[in-house]
Each structure stands twice: as structure tokens, then as C-alpha cells.
Nanobody
Framework: QVQLVESGGGSVQAGGSLRLSCAAS????????MSWFRQAPGKEREGVAAIYTGGGIPYYTDSVKGRFTISQDNTKNTLLLQMNSLKPEDTAMYYCAATSPYPSGDIFASATYQYWGQGTQVTVSS
């Protein structure tokens, strides 16, 4: 079992930055695959960024490449998402997700993940 708790959401103007954190606890010692998803009102949940905590390259959806950076703080078992140059279309509820072992399915598909956080709201105004 893995427990996830997000924090760091808020309201910013377009062009601003936010950093989201996801504290993971439980069965994380063997390495887990973690991702950030987001869901805007009336839209489907979409994968934003993903990384394997045991080491590996990060993946990003096209709309955030060059603006968002996913990373991990191993000392604190925390997943981070640095979001720069935010746009109004980035407004959504952001969720942290995790799965173990290494997934064989689409890393940006919700069904791939077993564990989810409660979400943190990001609002970007123009």
C-alpha cells in the first residue's frame, strides 16, 4: 500500500510559477512509478508528467514540455512538480498517482495507477 498527499497548489497569474509536492508513504522502498495528472472542469483527467523513483528519465505530455519539471526528493520520499510559465489552460485539480511494480501500460492512462492522492487545486488567471 502507498499513501499520497499533495500540497502546493494555489492561484497565480499567467506567467507565474508554482511547485507541487506529493509526499509518499507506505511501501515505497522498492521504487514506484509516479505521475502527476490533472483534471479541469468538464474534461477528462490527463497525465502531465511521470517518473520512476528507482531511476529513469521523466516523461511529459506535449503541452507542458519546457515549462514543467518532475523530480523527486528521495530524502523526504517526495515527488515534486515545478510549474513555470503557467497559462490559464493549466488551471485544474492536480493529482499525484503511483503504481508498483513498473507499469506495462500507458503511463499517462489513469487506469495504470493503483494509488491516488486527494488532489490540489491550481488556478491560473489571465
Amino acid at each position: 500500500q502507498v499513501q499520497l498527499v499533495e500540497s502546493g497548489g494555489g492561484s497565480v497569474q499567467a506567467g507565474g510559477s508554482l511547485r507541487l509536492s506529493c509526499a509518499a508513504s507506505g511501501d515505497t522502498d522498492r521504487g514506484i512509478y509516479m505521475s502527476w495528472f490533472r483534471q479541469a472542469p468538464g474534461k477528462e483527467r490527463e497525465g502531465v508528467a511521470a517518473i520512476y523513483t528507482g531511476g529513469g528519465i521523466p516523461y511529459y505530455t506535449d503541452s507542458v514540455k519546457g515549462r514543467f519539471t518532475i523530480s523527486q526528493d528521495n530524502t523526504k520520499n517526495t515527488l515534486l512538480l515545478q510549474m513555470n510559465s503557467l497559462k490559464p489552460e493549466d488551471t485544474a485539480m492536480y493529482y499525484c498517482a503511483a503504481t508498483s511494480p513498473y507499469p506495462s501500460g500507458d503511463i499517462f492512462a489513469s487506469a495504470t495507477y493503483q494509488y491516488w492522492g486527494q488532489g490540489t487545486q491550481v488556478t491560473v488567471s489571465s
